[in-house]
């Protein structure tokens, strides 16, 4: 098993449908997010990579790409044992989200990264050694295959695009890892 993020691009009228909801996990949201993409086994080496050699503001900006602070679902995480975060996060009533503001700061940062900057930065036993997950990365750039520079360029390539499209259009972006 691998973890995965998805990102859905979602209108305004479609995020207050959920906030409003008690039952958040029947709305069909793949079936009605603009858009959306899946990091298989990338997301956190996309992270370490966009944030390499930033200021400390820059980087808890982009940090909140894979880790929101806001989320839909009522939950006091601050005063519950880990098995009932785990329930509630598990429960299809729990989304992360990136709103309106924080997503046009991101964008703004995010669309003046180039892929060359990401070639720049990315090395595969730096991943490793801060076991950065899967910790399976390579310098070897097969055609196909995960865990590499192609893999996290065509990975980082989606990111930006999602971003800066739900930004000019004002939508929000939920964020499900799993």
Known sequence: MSQTTTIY?????LFVELKNSENRKEIKIHNRAKDFYTFQNSFM???????????ETTKSVLNQIFNPTEYLGDFDFE???????MDFMESGNY?????????TEIS????????????????????????????????ENIEGESNNLNHLIEDFSELKKIIIQASKEKNYLLICSG
């Open 79 to 85: 005063n519950q044992d880990f098995e009932e975060m």
């Open 108 to 139: 703004k940062i995010i669309s003046e990264i180039t892929e060359a900057e990401i070639k720049e930065k990315y090395n595969a036993t730096e991943l490793n050694e801060n076991n950065i997950y899967p910790n399976e990365w390579t310098n």
């Open 9 to 13: 691009s979602i209108s305004k009228e």
């Open 45 to 55: 080496g996309i992270e370490f990579v966009l944030t390499k050699n930033k200021s």
């Open 95 to 103: 989304f992360p989200y990136l709103n309106i503001e924080d997503l």
